[in-house]
């Protein structure tokens, strides 16, 4: 048996369904039950294989043939510099929105289960995680930029934030907007998590004669560890593949590795500059990568406790 | 003890709204930003003027060509991504469930795959393929819906698969056989109408998905709404500061009501359960 029983729908198999379907299943096979997935995986191949394989090879070829050029390329201060940069910017609003949204999923966990109120949050943050872009740096433009109306109201009460430019510099105004996509994220991904904490688990603890203190200490978090963690990894993959808001925020160079990558496709580059653009795009994936597949570890951790 | 239990639970609550409203506020702020700016009137009045323009098709079309365009690229395009997307991930994904169940693993790997290339990467990639696309069917803005099909593929994936586990395919594709349906008959009259609230939040997450998306389209030179948004925004703030709060609100009438259909945020946030379908 090649394994198909547990991917199948547990519900409304008959014993006679058990035991002779997969055998004549198996029998009809080969027999044009695989063409049914061809243009999936023909889709899939032309659109997603494909250019993914175009960035490894190009990473690796100019015109004239095989050459790690590309790779070294990648030493070259700017380029260093916007890893850098773009590793950082991602690892700090990745650590500051776990941490909020850890809270705030929290919060919300803490309140009724299917309530108005948690579908709004709910609701709100998939918004601000996944559909902002272009629109998220616009909003920080309009309430930060020299006339905007946070700007204006921090100056009434004394505060000056100088003349607006702070906005457009990667540790400064990106991180703020980043963090603004950050902590949403964190609590789409973090609240299932929190969701799964048992209150037995809390009652179990106080009849034991542990306080809140040691409950938080001892029980829950060891819990929710590995999903907290995993959703930071998650959370650093976000701001480190995230394009767009950045894009529209800072017009001038190009301080983050996306940005760096997208340069390389529209401004009128040397010859042989592109396949540079394809090694700092493998360098993306690869740690996009590694950081994912450590994620896939401590999920797998994770649902050791946490599954209804 | 029960009065402890009264006084944490109070404790309990007033953490929750000053914790929620703390963060709403935080988020509200460059929202109101937003409204704030695109409200201005001339010397610091109040003017609903630019929100006036936006409403009245007719004249935004007439000033502000790029964004017509952009508008009906965008719509354009969330409608074929929507299609192509359901036709090739609902019969494939049913027909793997019934006939190949060897093979779920590796259409899962696939869907999930976009999630570890950013659309940044994806672009470098597709440009030896979208130039063949342009060589063979032109120049269409609306060609970009073949690549945002893999943008979207996570998270559709995410909602089929959850609608395809709460009913039995299997069955329902026996008996319907049985009583002589082909299989284009099953799949239309049988799986897709059994799908349907699935189908109708995979297809909602790829419009607002679609309708946000940037990073290509701009790469490409291709005008979609955020990039005439975006290319406005140069010459005329207001009204493409009015625009992105616009496309900010609908997204979220957008989820908030499919919050209420259910399963909502399972679709959400695709990533959010990796590894975790069997016991789910």
């Not at chain 1, 969701?195 to 001892?218: I, K």
Request: proline fraction near 5%.
């Amino acid at each position: 048996m090649p394994r198909p029983r547990t991917t199948w729908p547990r519900t409304g198999q008959t014993p006679l369904d058990d035991r002779r379907h997969p055998r004549a299943r198996r029998r009809r096979r080969p027999s044009g039950a695989l063409l049914g997935v061809v243009p999936f995986f023909a889709y899939t191949t032309v659109f997603l294989v494909i250019p993914t394989l175009v960035v490894v090879v190009g990473a690796f070829t100019s015109g004239a043939g095989v050459t790690l050029g590309n790779v070294e390329a990648l030493t070259q201060p700017a380029v260093l510099a916007a890893l850098q940069h773009s590793v950082v910017l991602s690892a700090v609003t990745a650590a500051g929105g776990a941490v909020i949204g850890a809270v705030l999923a929290y919060a919300v966990s803490t309140g009724r289960g299917g309530g108005v109120m948690t579908r709004f949050v709910t609701s709100l943050c998939g918004v601000l995680a996944q559909f902002g872009g272009v629109a998220l740096a616009f909003a920080f433009l309009a309430s930060f930029g020299a006339t905007g109306f946070l700007t204006t109201w921090l100056a009434r009460i004394g505060v000056d934030t100088g003349p607006g430019l702070w906005l457009y510099e990667w540790d400064k105004g990106l991180m703020l907007v980043y963090l603004y996509f950050q902590v949403p994220l964190m609590l789409i991904v973090f609240l299932p998590a929190v969701e799964g904490l048992r209150p037995q688990w809390r009652e179990a603890t106080e009849t034991l004669g542990g306080s809140t203190w040691v409950y938080w200490r001892r029980v829950a978090a060891p819990i929710l560890l590995p999903s907290f963690v995993g959703a930071m990894l998650l959370l650093f993959t976000n701001a480190f593949s995230a394009y767009a808001t950045a894009a529209a925020l800072v017009s001038q160079g190009s301080p983050l590795l996306p940005l760096a990558i997208g340069n390389t496709l529209t401004s009128e580059v040397i010859l042989g500059q592109e396949n540079v653009g394809k090694a700092m795009a493998l360098a993306m994936v690869v740690v996009v990568a590694i950081v994912m597949g450590l994620y896939a570890v401590l999920d797998r951790r994770a649902s050791k406790w946490l599954t209804p | 003890m029960s009065g402890n239990r009264a006084a944490a639970r109070r404790r309990q609550a007033l953490f929750r709204w000053a914790t929620i409203s703390i963060c709403l506020v935080f988020f509200a702020l460059p929202l109101l930003g937003m409204l704030e700016f695109t409200t201005r009137g001339p010397g610091g009045t109040r003017s609903p003027q630019t929100w006036a323009t936006l409403v009245d098709f007719g004249t935004v079309s007439a000033e502000y060509p790029v964004l017509r365009e952009g508008f009906l690229s965008s719509m354009g395009l969330a409608v074929f991504t929507v299609v192509i997307m359901l036709a090739l991930l609902v019969p494939t994904m049913t027909w793997v469930r019934l006939r190949l169940p060897h093979l779920s693993r590796t259409v899962e790997f696939m869907c999930l795959l976009p999630l570890t290339v950013p659309a940044i990467v994806l672009v470098v990639g597709l440009t030896p393929v979208y130039a063949w696309v342009t060589y063979l069917f032109g120049e269409s803005t609306l060609w970009l819906s073949l690549a945002y099909v893999i943008l979207v593929l996570p998270y559709a994936y995410r909602s089929l698969d959850a609608g395809l586990r709460a009913i039995d395919v299997k069955t329902l594709a026996e008996a319907s056989r049985s009583l002589g349906a082909g299989w284009g008959t099953v799949m239309v009259r049988i799986v897709l109408p059994n799908l349907r609230t699935a189908v109708l939040s995979a297809s909602f997450l790829s419009v607002a998905l679609v309708l946000g998306e940037f990073t290509i389209a701009n790469l490409f030179s291709r005008k979609n709404l955020q990039v005439a948004m975006y290319e406005l925004g140069k010459s005329d703030a207001k009204i493409s500061i009015a625009v992105g709060l616009a496309a900010l609100v609908f997204a979220f009438v957008v989820l908030f009501a499919m919050s209420f259909i259910g399963g909502a945020r399972a679709a959400a946030a695709p990533v959010a359960r990796t590894g975790r379908k069997e016991s789910a």
